[in-house]
């Protein structure tokens, strides 16, 4: 079973930029497609970005599409998640989840606090 440990959040400016990091542990980042949701104070967790396992094909949500970018090094069995232009409603705990492509075996992170101030 794959283990995620996430790191790289922190406080920032509006206009700022993180990059978070979710690096694997127990086995690698082979065959599984990683996730990044946030969830704010009292609201659902949403998702965020996704990169697949086969060609590292990224999707994003309408809300941070152009100011995050999703990426992956196998090598380091870790995923990436680049944000720049941050607002403060990008502030929330982000986790990352990965999903074994062709099994139910998944997992997720304990989550990072990005916060965002005006």
């Known amino acids: 079973q794959v283990q995620l440990v996430e790191s790289g959040g922190g406080l920032v400016q509006a206009g700022g930029s993180l990059r978070l990091s979710c690096a694997a542990s127990?086995?690698?980042?082979?065959?599984?497609?990683v996730s990044w949701f946030r969830q704010a104070p009292d609201k659902e967790r949403e998702f965020v970005a996704r990169?697949?396992?086969?060609?590292?094909?990224?999707y994003y949500a309408d809300s941070v599409k152009g100011r995050f970018t999703a990426s992956r090094d196998n090598a380091k069995n870790t995923v990436y998640l680049q944000m720049n232009s941050l607002k403060p409603e990008d502030t929330a705990v982000y986790y990352c989840?990965?999903?074994?492509?062709?099994?139910?075996?998944?997992?997720w992170g304990q989550g990072t606090q990005v916060s965002v101030s005006s």
């Open positions: 989840h990965a999903q074994h492509d062709w099994s139910t075996n998944n997992a």
């Open positions: 127990g086995r690698t980042f082979s065959s599984y497609t």
């Open positions: 990169v697949s396992w086969v060609g590292a094909i990224t």
